[in-house]
Structure formats: structure tokens, C-alpha cells
Antibody
Framework: QVQLQESGPGLVKPSETLSLTCTVS????????WNWIRQPAGKGLEWIGR???????NYIPSLKSRVTMSLDTSKNQFSLRLTSVTAADTAVYYC??????????WGKGTTVTVSS | EIVMMQSPATLSVSLGERVILSCRAS??????LAWYQQKPGQAPRLLIY???TRATGIPARFSGSGSGTEFTLTISSLQSEDFAVYYC??????????FGGGTKVEIK
């Protein structure tokens, strides 16, 4: 059974870089698509992007200039980096797995606040 | 980008009622449509994929239908644990993936 767990700083200063990691258990990181989704408080879900087991990536156009996703096969983890953050990036960040585009397994989410 | 629209934003219902939630896509997504349930403080949970296939462990009272641009999620008899926010999401010609704005099912 696949399980995902997000980790990373809960507080990031404006203009700095947000870095999160998702640890995968029960599946190889070389399989499936690995996604990041975020949700501002009281609002809906926004897909940020995905990284495939091969390392290929796709990002939402509005964040493409600031986002990098990557894999660490030795640790069975994937990561998200979002540069030049502002208060608008404050949200709960989820990692999720997908085989065909729908998110079949989600992490519990981690709250990231952008504030000085 | 395909825009997903859900209606209504909020639905007030009583236990045991039949509930029908709507999701519309700005262009055809065939049957590449998923539904999720999210309770407060929890991650979303996959309910339906392929517009009508229940995910593993999802009760039979949840059913999905539709194709193209119009989709519905039906809860045949609302249980107390079903009060939540429901999101639709397309996965046709992606990226990007997009979610609907959600429908909150609350107690009447």
C-alpha cells in the first residue's frame, strides 16, 4: 500500500525559496507520476505540477518560472522547490501519486506560511 | 486550459437524502474525470475516476456519471460521514490538471 509523507519548513520568508520533500513508501519512485497540489486556507485545490519516474516534469504555466520538481531515487523521495515566494504561496501543500492523471494516493499535507 | 465548474457551491441536505452534485468542463474531457471528497483538516480522498468507476473501498452509495462536458456525482442516501467538500478534476489532454471549485455538502 502506497503511503506519502510531506516534510519541510512550515515558515518561509518572502522572496526566499520554499522546499518540500515527499517520502514514498510501498512503491518505487521510478513508477507512476508524482504530483504536488496546494490549497490556500478556505479555498480550492491547485495542481502545481508532476514529476515522472524518468525525471520528466510538467508544471502549471502560472508557476512554471518559479517551480522545480525532482526525484531522489536513492531515498525514494521527490521534491518541490518554489522560488521567490510571496504571501500568495501560503497554503497547505500535498503530494500525491497518479497513474493516469487522477490522484489515487495523497499525503496528509503540510502547511507552509510565507511571512517575515 | 480546461476550466472546471461545480454547482452548487453549497448544498444543505438532510440525512438519508439523495444528493446530486454537478461538474461542467469548458471543453470535452471525454470520461477523464475524477471526484474527490475532502473533510476538514484532511487530504482529499479519491472517490470516482473514469467518470463512473468507484475507487477501492468507496461505498456503493457513491456513483458517478457523464461524459464530454457534463458530469454528476450522486450520493444515494446521505450518511453523517458524507458531510464534506467534493471536488471534480479532469485529466484529459493534461497538463495542466484542473480542479473544480468544490461543492460543500452541509447539514440542513
Amino acid at each position: 500500500q502506497v503511503q506519502l509523507q510531506e516534510s519541510g519548513p512550515g515558515l518561509v520568508k518572502p522572496s526566499e525559496t520554499l522546499s518540500l520533500t515527499c517520502t514514498v513508501s510501498g512503491a518505487s519512485i521510478r513508477s507512476y507520476f508524482w504530483n504536488w497540489i496546494r490549497q490556500p486556507a478556505g479555498k480550492g485545490l491547485e495542481w502545481i505540477g508532476r514529476v515522472y519516474g524518468s525525471g520528466n516534469t510538467n508544471y502549471i504555466p502560472s508557476l512554471k518560472s518559479r517551480v522545480t520538481m525532482s526525484l531522489d531515487t536513492s531515498k525514494n523521495q521527490f521534491s518541490l522547490r518554489l522560488t521567490s515566494v510571496t504571501a500568495a504561496d501560503t497554503a497547505v501543500y500535498y503530494c500525491a501519486s497518479s497513474k493516469r492523471g487522477y490522484m489515487d494516493v495523497w499525503g496528509k499535507g503540510t502547511t507552509v506560511t510565507v511571512s517575515s | 486550459e480546461i476550466v472546471m465548474m461545480q454547482s452548487p457551491a453549497t448544498l444543505s441536505v438532510s440525512l438519508g437524502e439523495r444528493v446530486i452534485l454537478s461538474c461542467r468542463a469548458s471543453q470535452s474531457v471525454a470520461t477523464n474525470l475524477a471526484w474527490y471528497q475532502q473533510k476538514p483538516g484532511q487530504a482529499p480522498r479519491l472517490l470516482i475516476y473514469g467518470a463512473s468507476t468507484r475507487a477501492t473501498g468507496i461505498p456503493a452509495r457513491f456513483s458517478g456519471s457523464g461524459s464530454g462536458t457534463e458530469f454528476t456525482l450522486t450520493i444515494s442516501s446521505l450518511q453523517s460521514e458524507d458531510f464534506a467538500v467534493y471536488y471534480c478534476q479532469h485529466y484529459n489532454n493534461w497538463p495542466p490538471l484542473t480542479f473544480g471549485g468544490g461543492t460543500k455538502v452541509e447539514i440542513k
